[in-house]
């Protein structure tokens, strides 16, 4: 009798180990957070970046601290582009005890979840969230991508030195710290070269940009500049084109998404030049990210929808898989996988990405000191132009 009881219970041990259940078996699991939008008015660039995320993943699994190998699992929730959802879907991560966090694509919901992060003293590291408020005064985020004053000079002095501007009209939306932020410093550089500013401003949620754009064309600007959402993005070109308005369109980072390549296919515009993070012409390990991403993507038709439908790699999905990387590395360098423990490692690591170096300065920031220009052809495909920095 004693035999068959132990019998039984070495089998019930079995199914349970079998099963994921008991203490000891779900600490073979280390949780990767995501926060991302993949809805609302950033939805499309929020995918893209958790993409990069999910191949990063699918590529590494699992990681070895303290000499025992873990796997690791992604928890993604959706902020929906939205800062009144921040926080709760911050919380939700939190609840998930994961032992860090990525993102986000938009800069207003990585400052709107920074105090959750830090009140449960867990790392964050922000993929593409430019805003330099990201990591002001929050000191559990962090950030591998350029910061907004860096971009929007260097889209200055391509506007004055390339497109030989004189005038810009800049608009931006109200109420998105992103927008209104890389506005500023567009404003500030352009004009420190001499140029003109006529700015405006325009609601969340405004689907005719006609008024806007009529204005550009009676201020004589010599390029426009949109730092928006990709979905105003859209609706910017689309109506310039069916107005026939003949000035150069300059978007930042936000607009490297297949979305403003579907508006800009078949259009007869004057040029649409982007900033972005990523060419895969820079470097071996870019063109091979590259390859890798296009394959991964093309063998499931539901990441390939996330991605638009097509497999264009957008430069937020090589910054999200670096930014998988580095999480890795963080993990590693703790010893530990306590989000409170991992939190305190984070501006040890040094990484060399697709996108370039990662070393963390005092504010959880990297110095990146080139961005590639762009331009969307009328064909809906990208044309590299152009590696430029700050002038010196």
Not at 136 to 154: A, K, S, T, W
């Amino acid at each position: 009798m004693k035999k068959v009881l132990a019998i039984i219970m070495c089998l019930g041990l079995m199914l349970c180990a079998l099963a994921g259940c008991g203490d000891n078996a779900s600490g073979d699991v280390i949780k990767i957070g995501v926060y991302e939008p993949a809805s609302g008015d950033n939805g499309a660039g929020g995918k893209q970046e958790t993409l990069g995320i999910e191949y990063a993943h699918s590529l590494q699994n699992t990681v070895t601290v303290g000499g025992k190998e873990y796997k690791v699992e992604l928890e993604i929730v959706d902020n929906q582009s939205s800062t009144d959802k921040a926080k709760s879907a911050a919380s939700d991560l939190i609840g998930k005890n994961v032992s860090i966090v990525l993102g986000s694509y938009g800069s207003g919901v990585s400052i709107a979840a920074a105090p959750t992060f830090e009140a449960a003293k867990t790392a964050c590291i922000g993929v593409s969230c430019t805003n330099p408020n990201v990591t002001l005064n929050n000191p559990y985020y962090y950030r591998i991508c350029f910061l907004d004053p860096f971009q929007g000079e260097v889209l200055a002095n391509y506007a004055w030195d390339d497109l030989k501007a004189k005038t810009a009209y800049v608009l931006t939306e109200l109420g998105d710290d992103y927008s209104v932020g890389l506005g500023y410093y567009f404003t500030e550089a352009f004009t420190k070269l001499g140029g003109k500013v006529e700015a405006a401003t325009f609601q969340n949620g405004n689907n005719d940009f006609s008024a806007f754009l009529a204005n550009a064309v009676n201020a004589k600007a010599d390029v426009i500049f949109a730092p928006t959402s990709t979905t105003a993005a859209s609706l910017i070109i689309n109506q310039a084109a069916d107005a026939k308005i003949n000035i150069p369109l300059v978007g930042p980072d936000t607009w490297d998404n297949s979305v403003i390549l579907d508006a800009a296919n078949g259009k007869t515009l004057n040029g649409i030049y982007i900033s972005t993070f990523y060419d895969e012409g820079s470097s071996d390990s870019a063109a091979a990210f590259l390859t890798g991403f296009k394959g991964w993507l093309n063998a499931n038709p539901v990441k390939l929808e996330n991605n638009g439908g097509n497999d264009i790699v957008a430069a937020h999905s090589a910054l999200g898989y670096d930014a998988y990387f580095v999480a890795l590395e963080v993990i590693k360098a703790a010893g530990a996988i306590d989000a409170e423990t991992v939190a305190q490692y984070v501006s040890d690591v040094t990484y060399t990405g697709v996108t370039g170096d990662v070393v963390f300065d005092e504010n959880g920031d990297v110095a990146k000191d080139a961005i590639f220009i762009k331009e969307a052809t009328n064909a809906g495909a990208w044309k590299s132009v152009k590696a430029q920095g700050v002038k010196k």
